[in-house]
Every structure is written in structure tokens, then in C-alpha cells.
């Protein structure tokens, strides 16, 4: 029997005619090697996605999650934000750090979040007048942030409406409107050190 490794060069007719089905040979079973592969490994995403193609399950989760978070009445301001949860689920760009998150979930270093976890007395602003510090106080309406809104001239001025659209449309506006987050974000926290630290040697 000629073997695969059969030098070409000097061959008889027989030895090419060997190392052709040889060949034949080798690609079927490299073939059935694959296709075997590839059948199991569909089977096992059929089973997984039941019996649907991966894409069509995700889009039919997307949905089915839209539908869920439409009808709930948990969420309402991350659901303000971010309207379409499939888009948001699409996007090829953008990664959500901490302080962003804080922003578009509500859940972070904002007045009425700390007196409703019990931490603070009180939900107003210690940054201006306003009676209630919340995200979108913070993000959109406090005064004392106006000199970090240089970190998104290119979706100035920012709005509720405006900022999930403006991210994600580009990577630099997606980059800007972090940069805004974390900016704000950092300063409000090392401010509510401050104030506990103060308040624990008074
Ligand atoms: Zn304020």
C-alpha cells in the first residue's frame, strides 16, 4: 500500500495513481471528520437553542426581553434611557464600566438612592438647591457638573433622549459620554467621603 508521505517527483504511474486516491481517501475522511464535527456540534445547538438557529433564538430572547422590560414596572429609568433593548444588545462597541452604570441604572452615589438604602436622611443635592438628587438630576441638571459637560461637546447638550442614541451611533461619543460618567461620578463620591468622614469626627 503507498503511503500519503510518497515523495512526488519520480513517481510511476502506479505511485500517482496510489497517492490520487490516496488523496481521494484522506480528503473524504478529513471531510467526514468535519462534517461528523459540525453535524454534532449543530445538534448540540439545536438542543441548546431548541432546535432553532443560534441567531433566531437571540433575536427571539431580544424580543421576548423587550416585551418583559416594556410591561415591568421595575427600571423605569434605565428603561428611559435605553428604549430598545435589542439595539443596545446589537452594538458593536462599548463597554459599560462602574460610574456609567451608576448613571443609566440609578443605583450609586445619588441623594435619593442613599435615603432610600437608609444611608442618608434626606434625597436632596449637596451640590445645588435641587430637593432631589437623582441620575438624571446628576447627568442632566445639576449646575455643578456644567464643567465636565467638556467631555462631550459632540452631544451637547445632553439629554435623556439624546445620550443612549448619540453612544451608540460611534465609539467616540460612546468614549465621551463615559469619560462625562466617570468624571462626575468620582467627584460626587470623594465629595460623600468628605461629608461621612466630617460627620464621623463631629
Ligand atoms: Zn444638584
Known amino acids: 500500500m503507498g503511503g500519503c508521505n510518497e515523495n512526488g517527483k519520480g513517481e510511476t504511474q502506479h505511485g500517482k495513481s496510489s497517492a490520487k486516491k490516496c488523496a481521494k481517501s484522506c480528503c473524504c475522511i478529513s471531510h467526514g471528520i468535519r462534517s461528523s464535527h459540525t453535524t454534532h ?68 452615589c445619588f441623594g435619593s438612592y442613599l435615603h432610600k438604602i437608609g444611608k442618608k436622611v434626606t434625597s436632596g443635592c449637596h451640590h445645588c438647591s435641587a430637593e432631589n438628587d437623582d441620575a438624571e438630576h446628576t447627568a442632566f441638571d445639576c449646575p455643578a457638573w456644567n464643567h465636565s459637560k467638556k467631555y462631550i461637546l459632540g452631544v451637547n447638550p445632553l439629554t435623556t433622549i439624546n445620550m443612549i442614541p448619540a453612544m451608540l451611533e460611534s465609539a467616540e461619543a460612546w468614549t465621551a459620554c463615559t469619560r462625562f460618567a466617570v468624571c462626575i461620578m468620582q467627584e460626587k463620591e470623594e465629595a460623600e467621603r468628605d461629608r461621612e468622614k466630617r460627620s464621623r469626627t463631629s
Not at 439545536?46 to 432553532?52: H, I, K, L, S
Open 41 to 108: 456540534r449543530s445538534a448540540r445547538r439545536r438542543a441548546v437553542y431548541r432546535g432553532e438557529q443560534k441567531n433566531d433564538a437571540k433575536e427571539r430572547t431580544r424580543s421576548l426581553w423587550q416585551t418583559r422590560c416594556d410591561a415591568s414596572t421595575e427600571g423605569r429609568w434605565t428603561h428611559r434611557l435605553i428604549r430598545d433593548l435589542r439595539v443596545w444588545s446589537r452594538r458593536k462597541h462599548g463597554e459599560l464600566c462602574f460610574h456609567p452604570t451608576q448613571i443609566l441604572t440609578g443605583h450609586g
